[in-house]
């Protein structure tokens, strides 16, 4: 299984820079994972737009996609590593994960998911939900290969 995560703004270098990469190492391997960084938009009456159609044109074709939004499903951690393994069980090689800028996905980027998961109600900046997000991914991991990390 690879992963790809498509988001707004570059990490390198942010104050959440080390945390996202503790967790790509500690993934390393299995599952791949790929980070793919939209430049953020500058002009603010486009923003979202250009964000948006940058987002939707680095999705790769067949992949499974997963929108992070607000009003998306939401899981526990053995149910999302339960997911995953389904995913894989069905021979899904590429899962995208799409986590939107300060104004999130539009309308049309989230109807190109085959999936909306969320981490709550409230709002996160997108670069820690990129931290949630590995970090859950890292957790599945160590759930399906039955690792102590995880506890119930």
């Given at each position: 299984m690879r992963y790809k995560i498509i988001a707004i703004g570059k990490s390198k270098g942010s104050d959440y820079d080390s945390a996202m990469q503790t967790y790509v190492k500690r993934i390393n391997g299995k599952p791949h994972i790929e980070e793919i960084s939209i430049k953020k938009e500058k002009d603010p009456k486009r923003l979202n737009i250009l964000e948006n159609e940058a987002i939707r044109s680095a999705i790769p074709n067949g992949a499974f996609v997963i929108a992070l939004t607000p009003e998306g499903k939401e899981f526990t951690s053995p149910a999302l590593a339960q997911?995953?393994?389904?995913?894989?069980?069905?021979?899904?090689?590429?899962?995208?994960?799409?986590?939107?800028?300060?104004?999130?996905?539009?309308?049309?980027?989230?109807?190109?998911?085959?999936?909306?998961?969320?981490?709550?109600?409230?709002?996160?900046?997108?670069?820690?939900?990129?931290?949630?997000?590995?970090?859950?991914?890292?957790?599945?991991?160590?759930?399906?290969?039955?690792?102590?990390?995880?506890?119930?």
């Open positions: 997911k995953i393994q389904n995913l894989e069980n069905q021979s899904i090689s590429d899962t995208v994960f799409l986590i939107g800028g300060a104004d999130g996905l539009d309308d049309q980027t989230k109807s190109l998911a085959d999936m909306s998961l969320s981490f709550g109600q409230m709002t996160w900046p997108h670069l820690l939900a990129r931290v949630m997000l590995l970090e859950q991914l890292y957790r599945a991991q160590q759930i399906l290969s039955g690792h102590p990390y995880h506890k119930e």
